[in-house]
């Protein structure tokens, strides 16, 4: 019998933390979700456009993590030169677990940013939008939004192809 990868704890986050604790953890839980939602779902169902705007898992994947690397590397913490494309289509040599891995790499990266702020009040270096650097705690509110909302079109694209639904 093959070992498997540990399936992570989908339950949200405890309650009783400080801020920043609490704001990573709900994060990562819909970090998670989204992956869940993508993994074991066969080809070519995992990149077949569930609705007609043609978003699927793996396009999900790929933007979130331009998203990832956008706000928390490049917006906050000010590292390269320019942002990540996040409108970039999938092609036929993006796999689900290479997207996988990558979308893991940059939350891994996000979450080094996030550790090291001292201050969620303390604005970034430079801004994705025409407006001045946000602070780390709007952008993890933020990035909760975006993830979330992310995580909820998975909810239906995984329901359409194979009717699994819950986290």
Do not use: Q
């Not at 996040?86 to 893991?104: C, I, K, Q, T």
């Not at 970034?124 to 990035?143: A, D, I, K, Q, Y």
Request: charged share 25%; hydrophobic share 40%; proline share 9%.
């Amino acid at each position: 019998m093959e070992p498997t990868e540990p399936r992570p704890d989908l339950r949200p986050p405890g309650t009783n933390t400080d801020e920043k604790t609490t704001l990573l953890a709900f994060l990562d839980y819909l970090r998670e979700c989204v992956l869940a939602k993508a993994a074991g779902v066969p080809e070519p169902a995992v990149r077949t456009p569930g609705v007609p705007s043609g978003t699927n898992l793996l396009l999900l994947l790929k933007h979130l993590t331009a998203v990832e690397l956008n706000w928390f590397v490049w917006a906050y913490a000010g590292e390269g030169e320019e942002p990540w494309a996040d409108e970039d289509p999938v092609s036929a040599a993006d796999s689900a677990a290479d997207l996988a891995a990558a979308y893991r790499a940059a939350v891994a990266r996000a979450n080094e940013v996030v550790r090291a702020c001292a201050d969620l009040d303390r604005p970034g270096v430079r801004s994705l939008r025409e407006t001045p650097p946000p602070s780390m705690r709007w952008v993890l509110v933020h990035m909760v939004e975006e993830t979330a909302r992310h995580a909820g079109h998975a909810d239906i694209l995984r329901e359409r192809i194979d009717g699994s639904t819950g986290r």
